[in-house]
Protein backbone atom coordinates (compact mmCIF):
# COMPACT_ATOMS: atom_id res chain seq x y z
CA UNK A 1 0.00 0.00 0.00
CA UNK A 2 1.16 3.45 -0.73
CA UNK A 3 0.09 6.31 1.46
CA UNK A 4 -0.97 9.40 -0.44
CA UNK A 5 0.16 13.17 1.33
CA UNK A 6 -0.78 16.05 -0.84
CA UNK A 7 0.35 19.13 0.36
CA UNK A 8 0.72 22.66 -1.20
CA UNK A 9 -0.61 26.14 -0.87
CA UNK A 10 -4.43 26.45 0.17
CA UNK A 11 -5.81 29.48 -0.49
CA UNK A 12 -5.16 31.77 -4.06
CA UNK A 13 -6.75 35.03 -5.78
CA UNK A 14 -8.59 34.22 -8.53
CA UNK A 15 -6.10 34.19 -12.00
CA UNK A 16 -3.31 33.17 -9.25
CA UNK A 17 -1.88 30.09 -9.52
CA UNK A 18 -0.89 26.74 -6.57
CA UNK A 19 0.79 23.86 -7.37
CA UNK A 20 -0.29 20.46 -4.97
CA UNK A 21 2.05 18.03 -4.53
CA UNK A 22 1.57 14.03 -3.86
CA UNK A 23 3.49 12.49 -1.78
CA UNK A 24 3.64 8.46 -1.40
CA UNK A 25 4.82 8.57 1.97
CA UNK A 26 7.90 6.62 1.80
CA UNK A 27 6.70 4.63 -1.57
CA UNK A 28 7.30 5.16 -4.55
CA UNK A 29 5.24 6.35 -7.81
CA UNK A 30 7.14 4.86 -10.61
CA UNK A 31 5.15 2.72 -12.79
CA UNK A 32 1.72 4.24 -11.41
CA UNK A 33 -1.07 5.97 -13.24
CA UNK A 34 -1.47 9.58 -10.95
CA UNK A 35 -4.63 11.63 -10.99
CA UNK A 36 -6.55 14.51 -9.75
CA UNK A 37 -10.03 14.44 -8.65
CA UNK A 38 -11.78 17.14 -7.21
CA UNK A 39 -15.27 17.65 -5.14
CA UNK A 40 -16.59 21.19 -4.46
CA UNK A 41 -19.48 21.52 -1.70
CA UNK A 42 -22.82 20.16 -2.96
CA UNK A 43 -21.40 18.59 -5.86
CA UNK A 44 -19.67 14.70 -6.46
CA UNK A 45 -16.17 14.20 -7.18
CA UNK A 46 -14.85 14.92 -10.87
CA UNK A 47 -12.01 13.96 -12.95
CA UNK A 48 -9.26 16.72 -12.53
CA UNK A 49 -6.41 15.46 -14.27
CA UNK A 50 -4.49 11.70 -15.46
CA UNK A 51 -0.78 11.26 -16.13
CA UNK A 52 -0.39 7.67 -17.16
CA UNK A 53 3.96 6.75 -18.45
CA UNK A 54 3.81 10.30 -19.54
CA UNK A 55 0.47 10.39 -21.31
CA UNK A 56 -1.65 12.80 -19.82
CA UNK A 57 -5.50 13.26 -19.65
CA UNK A 58 -7.57 16.67 -18.81
CA UNK A 59 -11.45 17.59 -17.73
CA UNK A 60 -12.45 20.16 -20.37
CA UNK A 61 -12.96 22.45 -17.83
CA UNK A 62 -9.18 22.61 -16.58
CA UNK A 63 -8.03 21.83 -19.95
CA UNK A 64 -4.75 24.61 -20.98
CA UNK A 65 -5.05 25.72 -17.39
CA UNK A 66 -3.56 22.65 -14.99
CA UNK A 67 -0.68 20.37 -15.79
CA UNK A 68 0.07 17.35 -13.94
CA UNK A 69 3.34 16.09 -14.08
CA UNK A 70 5.71 14.15 -11.85
CA UNK A 71 9.13 15.64 -9.83
CA UNK A 72 11.36 12.90 -10.08
CA UNK A 73 13.82 14.06 -7.34
CA UNK A 74 10.91 14.46 -5.25
CA UNK A 75 9.56 11.14 -5.99
CA UNK A 76 6.14 12.92 -5.99
CA UNK A 77 3.69 14.07 -8.84
CA UNK A 78 2.21 17.22 -8.66
CA UNK A 79 -1.05 19.35 -10.44
CA UNK A 80 0.25 23.05 -11.35
CA UNK A 81 -2.76 25.30 -11.36
CA UNK A 82 -3.03 28.75 -13.18
CA UNK A 83 -5.93 31.47 -13.98
CA UNK A 84 -7.48 29.43 -11.59
CA UNK A 85 -11.25 30.48 -11.11
CA UNK A 86 -13.72 30.56 -7.95
CA UNK A 87 -14.77 27.56 -9.97
CA UNK A 88 -11.93 26.01 -9.01
CA UNK A 89 -12.64 26.19 -5.48
CA UNK A 90 -13.13 22.29 -3.68
CA UNK A 91 -11.04 19.84 -2.07
CA UNK A 92 -8.57 18.13 -4.22
CA UNK A 93 -7.63 14.38 -4.08
CA UNK A 94 -4.91 12.73 -5.30
CA UNK A 95 -4.61 9.36 -6.47
CA UNK A 96 -2.97 6.48 -7.81
CA UNK A 97 -2.99 2.77 -9.78
CA UNK A 98 -0.96 -0.14 -9.90
CA UNK A 99 0.00 -2.05 -12.65
CA UNK A 100 -1.08 -3.01 -14.82
CA UNK A 101 -1.45 0.23 -16.47
CA UNK A 102 -3.81 1.40 -19.30
CA UNK A 103 -3.32 4.54 -21.57
CA UNK A 104 -7.19 5.28 -21.16
CA UNK A 105 -8.69 7.95 -18.73
CA UNK A 106 -9.76 5.90 -15.74
CA UNK A 107 -12.55 6.00 -13.81
CA UNK A 108 -12.27 6.90 -9.52
CA UNK A 109 -13.18 3.43 -9.02
CA UNK A 110 -10.50 1.91 -10.64
CA UNK A 111 -7.72 3.82 -8.37
CA UNK A 112 -6.57 1.85 -5.72
CA UNK A 113 -5.07 4.39 -3.51
CA UNK A 114 -6.35 7.56 -2.44
CA UNK A 115 -4.95 11.21 -0.03
CA UNK A 116 -6.81 12.70 2.36
CA UNK A 117 -7.80 15.83 0.25
CA UNK A 118 -7.13 19.22 0.86
CA UNK A 119 -9.32 22.23 0.59
CA UNK A 120 -8.49 24.76 -1.98
CA UNK A 121 -10.13 28.18 -2.47
CA UNK A 122 -10.38 30.86 -4.93
CA UNK A 123 -11.51 33.73 -3.77
CA UNK A 124 -10.76 37.57 -3.20
Known amino acids: QVPLVESGERWVQPGGSLRLYCDPS????????AGWFRQAPGKEREFVAQ??????FYADSVKGRFTISRDKDKNSHYLQMNSLKPEDTAVYFCATKGPPLRLAKLTQWEYDYWGQGTQVTVSS
Open 51 to 56: DTLGTT
Open 26 to 33: GGSLNGYT
